[in-house]
């Protein structure tokens, strides 16, 4: 008699395969009803260019406005540009359940309506305040009791953090993870995922959305341990140990001191302005953008999605021209893998300066024109062993075909343990202990941090 004693028990919603996923996620593209048409700002229904000020708003004064925004330095103002600012706090939330030992997680196939391909996986909620306490009059958001109210689950992550620092003005959301142990209902859209099979999607161009990507990164369990070093590879290895170990080239507090130092530097200052006091910037009927055509615009849309809590909708997006490029360095140091970071300043971020990763170029700037020598080899390519190399998008929900070319680079003795004062090394448990706290590592770090994830 064979026993089956060990085998998984197959449930209703939960996928344990890539070929389970696949099988899923070409489903939810059949079943799905997604239009996206780009309109003039006139056609953009409830939201109207106020005549003072030429911002751009949504006519309950919620969701989010297109202002202006100037950079002075020693008091003279050196730049200005459009910038969205949404001052509420959103909600990023992956609810965790453990199936026969294994922790899965509850993600979303969502459509977005800036997504290059419409629909990306998603955490289990994702919402903006105005969205869950329906301003739209739209459906409730589902599974949000999970995260909300006497029915929540076990919370194992709560922290704000910050989003895009080029174009948001001082936006956060709140990053959440909660387990639970009941049964809930599993809509059509949504499927539990074991935690390495979402991380192993991660290798795929444009499907693990933003939103879901930061939470990810915010989670503090399912490390490797030291089974994993029988893969045999250095890197592996030294991965490895950058989780595990309480060796690194820095103590925390010296990290802590060096990125204090870091912000006190930061010599600008920023404000907001009404759009129409934007230099260089011009608006026509159908867009607003910079008069050099480098920089991105702002643009109007028309959505129908079947799927979504409103049926339709318009709404202004920002479009970004080209291509950005996030890269995190690695090195072993004394057998440890530890990753660069630098001290970026962005107009856009509450603290003006976070952690983002040792390059970071937005859309449309070109690796070969990096100034600074001692990371322009890695930006063009031209240093180092390329680990990991996805393209993914940005967040769908304000911006169209933002995409950002994500690399984990390894380099060796020849590249200097002794960096420029605005780069430290960090190993992933001294940059994942900070993740406890917001406003440390930008979003680019972040998302660059969950594809790490993906690599042992």
Same mark, same amino acid.
């Given at each position: 008699?064979t026993?089956?004693?060990?085998? =998984?028990?197959?449930?209703?919603?939960? %996928?344990?395969?890539?070929?389970e +996923?696949?099988?899923?996620?070409?489903?939810?593209h059949?079943?799905?009803?997604f239009?996206?048409?780009?309109?003039? +700002?006139?056609?953009?229904?409830?939201?109207?260019? !106020?005549?003072?000020?030429g911002?751009?708003?949504?006519?309950? $004064?919620?969701?989010?406005t297109?202002e $202006?925004?100037?950079?002075?330095?020693?008091?003279e103002a050196v730049?200005?540009q459009?910038i969205?600012?949404? =001052? &509420?706090?959103?909600?990023?939330g992956?609810?965790?359940?453990?199936? !026969?030992?294994?922790?899965? @997680?509850?993600?979303?196939?969502?459509?977005?309506?800036?997504?290059?391909?419409?629909l990306?996986l998603?955490?289990?909620?994702?919402?903006t305040?105005?969205?869950?306490?329906?301003?739209?009059r739209?459906?409730?958001?589902?599974? %949000?009791?999970?995260?909300i109210?006497?029915?929540? $689950?076990?919370?194992?992550v709560?922290?704000?953090?910050s989003?895009?620092?080029?174009?948001f003005?001082?936006?956060r959301?709140?990053?959440?993870?909660?387990?639970?142990?009941? !049964?809930?209902?599993?809509?059509?859209?949504y499927?539990?995922?074991p935690?390495?099979?979402?991380?192993?999607?991660?290798?795929?161009?444009?499907?693990?959305?933003?939103d879901?990507?930061?939470v990810?990164s915010c989670?503090?369990?399912?490390?490797?341990d030291?089974?994993?070093?029988?893969? /045999?590879?250095s +890197?592996?290895?030294?991965?490895?140990r950058?989780?595990?170990s309480?060796?690194? %080239?820095?103590t925390?507090?010296a990290a802590l001191?060096?990125?204090?130092?870091?912000?006190?530097? @930061?010599?600008?200052?920023?404000? %907001?302005?009404?759009?129409?006091?934007?230099?260089?910037?011009?608006?026509?009927e159908?867009?607003i953008?910079?008069?050099?055509g480098?920089?991105f615009?702002?643009?109007?849309?028309?959505?129908?999605? *079947?799927?979504?809590?409103?049926?339709?909708?318009?709404?202004?997006?920002?479009?970004p021209?080209?291509?950005g490029?996030?890269?995190f360095?690695t090195?072993?140091?004394?057998?440890?893998?530890?990753?660069?970071?630098?001290?970026?300043?962005?107009? *856009?971020?509450?603290?003006l300066?976070?952690? /983002?990763?040792?390059?970071q170029l937005? =859309? /449309?700037? !070109?690796?070969?024109?990096?100034?600074? =020598?001692?990371?322009?080899?890695?930006?063009? $390519?031209?240093?180092?062993?390329?680990r990991?190399?996805t393209?993914?998008?940005e &967040?769908?929900?304000?911006f169209?075909?933002?995409?950002?070319?994500y690399?984990?680079?390894?380099v060796g003795?020849?590249?200097?343990?002794e960096?420029?004062?605005n +780069?430290?090394?960090?190993t992933?448990?001294?940059?994942?202990?900070?993740l406890r706290? *917001?406003?440390?590592?930008?979003?680019?770090?972040?998302?660059?941090?969950?594809?790490?994830h993906?690599?042992?």
């Amino acid at each position: 008699m064979t026993s089956t004693s060990a085998q =998984p028990v197959a449930r209703h919603g939960v %996928l344990t395969t890539i070929a389970e +996923f696949d099988q899923w996620w070409a489903d939810r593209h059949r079943t799905g009803r997604f239009d996206v048409t780009r309109i003039p +700002f006139a056609d953009l229904d409830t939201w109207h260019f !106020d005549e003072a000020t030429g911002n751009l708003g949504h006519d309950s $004064g919620r969701f989010f406005t297109v202002e $202006g925004l100037q950079v002075q330095v020693g008091g003279e103002a050196v730049s200005w540009q459009p910038i969205i600012n949404q =001052p &509420e706090i959103g909600l990023l939330g992956i609810v965790v359940k453990d199936f !026969d030992g294994v922790l899965h @997680c509850l993600m979303q196939a969502k459509m977005e309506p800036g997504n290059v391909n419409t629909l990306q996986l998603s955490p289990t909620v994702q919402a903006t305040r105005s969205n869950y306490t329906q301003v739209h009059r739209g459906a409730t958001t589902r599974y %949000l009791d999970l995260f909300i109210g006497p029915d929540r $689950g076990e919370v194992l992550v709560d922290v704000l953090q910050s989003e895009q620092g080029a174009w948001f003005w001082r936006k956060r959301n709140r990053n959440v993870v909660v387990k639970i142990t009941g !049964d809930v209902p599993v809509n059509d859209d949504y499927r539990w995922l074991p935690l390495h099979l979402v991380r192993e999607l991660m290798r795929v161009d444009n499907l693990v959305n933003m939103d879901a990507r930061t939470v990810l990164s915010c989670m503090p369990f399912a490390q490797p341990d030291e089974a994993v070093q029988s893969k /045999g590879t250095s +890197f592996a290895d030294a991965l490895t140990r950058s989780y595990l170990s309480d060796k690194a %080239l820095h103590t925390t507090s010296a990290a802590l001191s060096w990125f204090t130092e870091a912000k006190t530097m @930061c010599d600008w200052s920023v404000r %907001l302005i009404p759009v129409d006091k934007v230099r260089n910037w011009t608006r026509t009927e159908h867009e607003i953008a910079d008069d050099a055509g480098r920089d991105f615009r702002i643009i109007g849309v028309r959505v129908e999605a *079947g799927n979504r809590e409103v049926a339709a909708w318009t709404q202004p997006l920002l479009e970004p021209r080209g291509q950005g490029l996030a890269i995190f360095v690695t090195r072993p140091i004394d057998d440890v893998l530890h990753v660069l970071v630098q001290a970026r300043p962005e107009i *856009g971020l509450l603290d003006l300066v976070e952690m /983002g990763p040792t390059v970071q170029l937005l =859309p /449309g700037r !070109d690796p070969a024109d990096v100034d600074d =020598p001692f990371v322009k080899g890695v930006a063009t $390519g031209e240093v180092g062993r390329i680990r990991y190399d996805t393209v993914l998008s940005e &967040e769908g929900g304000r911006f169209l075909n933002a995409l950002t070319r994500y690399q984990v680079v390894e380099v060796g003795e020849e590249f200097p343990v002794e960096v420029p004062p605005n +780069f430290c090394w960090l190993t992933v448990r001294q940059l994942m202990d900070l993740l406890r706290h *917001g406003h440390y590592l930008n979003i680019e770090a972040r998302s660059l941090l969950a594809c790490v994830h993906s690599l042992w």
